[in-house]
């Protein structure tokens, strides 16, 4: 496979006992951890993996507006990301998930689309779950 021009990220992710197990990013420059939940009875204080994957497309539309903003000259002070999954049980999956991003702003609901817009067409995680679940949600100004 050819990675030229291409970003990869590494995790390595180790079960600790029943009730925990723990992920590690290994990529290059980075020192993270992250504990998961992987009891079957649940772990209050620790994501659980379809909460992980709500995470994660929440910080794959922060990050998207942090880095369009600047290219759009957008400005904010602010900005919440709300999820909902709905998860199947034959196949299991998450069958929908719907999404309200909040963002403290003056920019008028034109410049709000077209953050939207830039969002939805140029996030890793975004663009990859929705290829396979139904991906719904609005933006608005707080």
């Known amino acids: 496979m050819d990675t030229k021009n291409k970003m990869s990220f590494d995790v390595r992710s180790k079960w600790?006992?029943?009730q925990e197990s723990i992920s590690f990013c290994e990529t290059t420059g980075k020192n993270a951890s992250l504990k998961l939940d992987t009891n079957l009875q649940g772990t209050a204080d620790a994501f659980n993996p379809a909460e992980l994957l709500l995470?994660?497309?929440?910080?794959c539309m922060i990050k998207g507006i942090e880095r369009v903003a600047p290219?759009?000259?957008?400005?904010?002070s602010g900005v919440e990301v709300k999820l909902h999954g709905i998860r199947q049980d034959v196949?299991?999956?998450?069958?929908s998930i719907e999404y309200e991003i909040v963002v403290e702003t003056d920019e008028d609901q034109h410049r709000l689309d077209l953050l939207h817009k830039n969002i939805q067409q140029y996030g890793t995680v975004f663009n990859t779950v929705t290829s396979g679940t139904?991906?719904?949600?609005?933006i608005r100004r707080k």
């Open 16 to 18: 600790i006992s029943h």
């Open 55 to 59: 995470a994660a497309i929440s910080a």
């Open 71 to 76: 290219i759009l000259n957008f400005s904010f």
């Open 91 to 95: 196949p299991p999956k998450m069958e």
């Open 134 to 138: 139904n991906l719904t949600g609005t």
